[in-house]
């Protein structure tokens, strides 16, 4: 555990713009849980698909994380039934090589586990204090990102040590076939944009995805990173959070608390929230 002296006070202070520069590899860590990587590549729900759908992915999942670290209960409860009506289709079949249900409490726990890691290892990157942990009190105001599904409060480990114990212990089921792990490095190399624009952004997004991904899932991507590349990484995030310590709230948020203001006039003008 690595202290850190400027500590958030809530989950909301841990949400900026830049935790999308890591969304790639939280992508990557949650389907290495067979169980979801299966269940993502064999959905039958196409709006959802990111090879089909990148801008509706992008936003669903988006507002998703802004409606539970941004937004409030009636919030919550308005994008978990309509989140529900998409994974009730997200099931595994006779053919599928694993068992999956998106309405599996332990692999939402999975996926919620690794969101975590997604506010904290942003924030604590640009603190420049790599490896630093939320204070408990965060960390136990982070728990919408599970229950704000079907998670129990029971499930969510109760301190941010807990929480490591249960990483640690979730670590032994992770594992990458060729199947779920051709279509990451599709996401990695960005084939779903245009062909003209891949060229210039999939380096950019191959960087960005080593530098966020934690052991043992670069390996298991089978990506190439030394302590150069990772000391490049760090100065990035470092300056990226100097910028971002400057600006003003609202702009540094932005994008989810946009995507939150979109849910919210959603629901008052009755249009689908997914």
């Known amino acids: 555990m690595v202290e850190a002296t400027d500590r958030p006070h ?81 099931r595994s ?41 939320l204070p408990d009190d965060v960390y136990r105001a982070c728990a919408p990102l599970g229950t704000g599904l079907q998670v129990r409060p029971e499930q969510w480990p109760e301190d941010r040590a807990a ?16 199947t779920v792990r051709g279509y990451l490095w599709g996401l990695v190399d960005q084939e779903f944009l245009p062909a003209p624009l891949r060229p210039a952004l999939s380096p950019v997004s191959r960087f960005l995805t080593a530098g966020f991904l934690r052991e043992p899932f670069r390996s298991l991507m089978g990506f190439d990173w030394s302590a150069d590349d990772q000391q490049r990484f760090e100065t990035v995030m470092r300056r990226i959070g100097a910028v971002l310590n400057r600006t003003p709230g609202a702009l540094r948020r932005f994008p989810y608390n946009a995507y939150l203001a979109d849910v919210r006039l959603r629901r008052r003008l009755g249009m689908p929230l997914v």
């Open 163 to 178: 929480f490591e114990r249960w990483w640690d212990a979730q670590l032994g089921h992770v594992g990458l076939d060729d």
């Open 10 to 90: 809530q989950p909301a202070d841990t949400v900026s713009g830049a935790v999308a520069l890591g969304a790639t590899a939280n992508v990557i860590m949650q389907l290495a849980r067979p169980g979801v990587g299966y269940g993502v590549v064999e959905s039958r729900v196409d709006s959802g698909n990111l090879m089909l759908h990148p801008w509706h992915r992008l936003r669903t999942t988006s507002t998703y994380l802004a409606v539970t670290m941004l937004g409030d209960e009636r919030d919550v409860r308005a994008y978990r039934r309509a989140v529900g009506r998409s994974h009730a289709q997200v």
């Open 93 to 133: 079949t006779d053919a599928s090589p694993v068992a999956y249900d998106a309405f599996d409490r332990e692999l939402q726990m999975w996926v919620a586990g690794c969101l975590v890691r997604a506010f904290e290892d942003t924030w604590a990157l640009l603190a420049g204090r790599p490896g630093a942990w």
